[in-house]
């Protein structure tokens, strides 16, 4: 089995900073693309960031210039790096790792459970 494990949210001051970090553990052979999705109440979820292996990334536009995704390859681990945090930066924000567990087999989506971000004064 394959587990994504999320830390870092929390509660900050607008303006303010934090760093997700996301570590993935068990039978994985290889790993594609690593990134962060968030969903806030009422909305559906959306992508914030991604990267690739080779470390190309794309962001989405309400997180451009504040946002940095990066990712350790020999730690199977991805970070985000929050800076000059909006109230409307607050969401659930969630891991995802696009992976296979063997050779030969198919990449597939596995998901983190989640951890909350509140961006409040």
């Known amino acids: 089995q394959v587990q994504l494990v999320e830390s870092g949210g929390g509660l900050v001051q607008p303006g303010g900073s934090l760093r997700l970090s996301c570590a993935a553990s068990g039978r994985i052979f290889s790993i594609n693309a690593m990134g962060w999705y968030r969903q806030a109440p009422g909305k559906e979820r959306e992508l914030v960031a991604v990267?690739?292996?080779?470390?190309?990334?794309n962001y989405a536009d309400s997180v451009k210039g504040r946002f940095t995704i990066s990712r350790d390859n020999a730690k199977n681990t991805v970070y985000l790096q929050m800076n000059r945090l909006k109230p409307e930066d607050t969401a659930v924000y969630y891991c995802?790792?696009?992976?296979?567990?063997?050779?030969?087999?198919?990449?597939?989506?596995?998901w983190g459970q989640g951890t909350q971000v509140t961006v409040s004064s």
């Open positions: 990267i690739t292996s080779g470390g190309s990334t």
């Open positions: 995802n790792a696009v992976l296979k567990v063997y050779y030969g087999g198919s990449y597939n989506d596995h």
